[in-house]
């Protein structure tokens, strides 16, 4: 497994596998043009390392040159084709034989058929290491190609994500793990803290407590820290940009991770509706929010039992501690409401053993899957 900026890639395709591919191209070339010396036009930037390691297998005179086109941005297609480097002179009446690195909606194929059927070349053909049938809208042939790939977003071997991993020797493909992010819920004592330990485990979670981020930040007087304390001993509430922002930063320090528990955040609706605007930039979202549920009365009793451990004082007064619930069901209910619209909310009983309150929470996990 390699990581390019906030993505994980797996292996796919061994540097043998590719060479062999390149062969079969360039073999299947000179079955057609070994007698005369055709013009192979790579298309740029993704096509440099295929056409340099099809001029070592292609054993005919030939020339080179290259267009630049681009499309890319991150993972998608912007749908719009750019020329930034034109078509080569002096290719009238000349065989050309244009080189892609990879062919799969072919809207950047559509411009290069374009350009080239404004010139006056004898005839073109499209050479393409790799090739998605899956999504490959068939409007062009595609004289040769080396290797039918599925739909999936590969870097490696002049292919890049965010401009980097082009000189890979090997091609890897996006590792599409299954994503799970939660927003736990749970009033004081209720075990959010207990099981959202055991989620995280179980489910190679990070664990990201808004609490503990702010603190860690505040301590160790990072940019976002000094900036969040600025307001702290102002007494104004932080900012939902500069918390999102701690946020991100928690996100993609763990990027290895299989999704996220956010404890603490979204406190209002706004909040949920920055978290998912933050996440959808990250091809990523909530899957569920879970709310451990419990009676008041046995609640007091947890947490005044806590209390004489722990020796809070917030632990230690039944009015204190009824103030505390007031405030969270104030709360939480707009949010709660922001994410029943979405069909997301769950509500899990939070009384009984340990074992029985995450065997009801990984019932509800299991069924998102």
């Known amino acids: 497994m390699i990581q390019i900026h906030d993505k994980f890639f797996k292996p796919y395709l061994s540097e043998s596998e590719i060479l062999q591919a390149v062969k079969t191209v360039a073999d299947k070339i000179a079955e057609d043009y070994k007698d005369e010396t055709p013009i192979f036009v790579g298309v ?92 490959y809208r068939g409007e062009y042939a595609i004289d040769y190609f080396g290797l039918a790939i599925p739909d999936n977003f590969i870097v490696g071997y002049g292919l890049d994500y965010k401009e980097q ?85 928690e996100v993609e320090k763990n990027a290895d991770a299989d999704g996220f528990i956010f404890d603490g955040f979204p406190r209002t609706a706004a909040q949920a509706e920055a978290l998912d605007n933050f996440l959808e930039s990250k091809d990523m979202g909530i899957n569920a929010t879970i709310a451990l549920e419990a009676n008041d009365e046995i609640l007091i009793d947890r947490l005044l039992e806590r209390g004489k451990v722990s020796g809070r004082t917030d632990d230690q007064d039944v009015a204190k501690i009824r103030n505390r619930f007031d405030e969270y069901n104030a709360k939480t209910t707009p949010v709660k409401e922001f994410y029943e619209a979405q069909g997301k909310f769950h509500s899990v009983n939070g009384i009984g053993s340990i074992a029985d309150i995450t065997e009801r929470l990984t019932k509800v996990i299991e069924g998102l899957k």
């Open 165 to 249: 991993g082009r000189n890979l020797k090997e091609v890897y493909q996006l590792n599409q793990k299954h994503m799970i992010n939660l927003v736990l819920f749970g009033k004081p004592g209720a075990g959010k803290g207990t099981q959202a330990q055991f989620l995280k485990e179980k489910y190679n979670l990070k664990h990201i407590s808004t609490g503990d981020v702010f603190r860690f930040n505040i301590k160790n007087g990072t940019e976002l820290g000094t900036l969040a304390k600025s307001y702290i001993d102002k007494g104004e509430l932080v900012p939902d940009e500069v918390t999102i922002k701690m946020l991100q930063e």
């Open 44 to 135: 740029l930037n993704g096509s440099f390392m295929f056409v340099s390691d099809l001029m070592k297998a292609y054993e005919h005179p030939c020339e080179v040159s290259f267009v630049r086109l681009s499309s890319y941005q991150g993972l998608t297609s912007t749908g719009i084709v750019e020329t930034l480097l034109d078509v080569p002179e002096n290719i009238e009446g000349r065989s050309v034989i244009i080189l892609e690195d990879i062919i799969d909606t072919g809207r950047t194929l559509q411009k290069l058929v374009h350009l080239f059927s404004k010139t006056k070349v004898k005839e073109f053909k499209i050479a393409s290491l790799f090739y998605k049938p899956d999504v």
